[in-house]
């Protein structure tokens, strides 16, 4: 999956495969994780926001099943 580099203190990039609902997330202290049957919207809601790693925890953390990737 083709991830998009952002300005963040927490995340290093984002992707996203909406056919499979998956959110791809590398954090800068290097761990990349798959995030399973994520909605489209919150894909949109996390590129969108101020502070991405407000909006991980506040709306992804502890929501739903992931799997570490590296």
């Known amino acids: ?22 959110l791809e997330l590398e954090f800068t202290g290097g761990g990349v994780y798959a995030y399973l ?11 969108a926001t101020e502070s991405l790693g407000r909006y991980f925890v506040r ?7 992931w799997r570490r990737l590296r």
């Not at 049957?37 to 590129?47: S, T």
């Open 1 to 22: 999956m083709d991830r998009t580099p952002v300005d963040s203190s927490a995340l290093r990039s984002v992707g996203y495969d909406a056919a499979r609902r998956v």
């Open 37 to 47: 049957a994520v909605p489209r919207r919150v894909h949109r809601g996390l590129m």
């Open 59 to 65: 709306e992804i953390r502890d929501r739903y099943d």
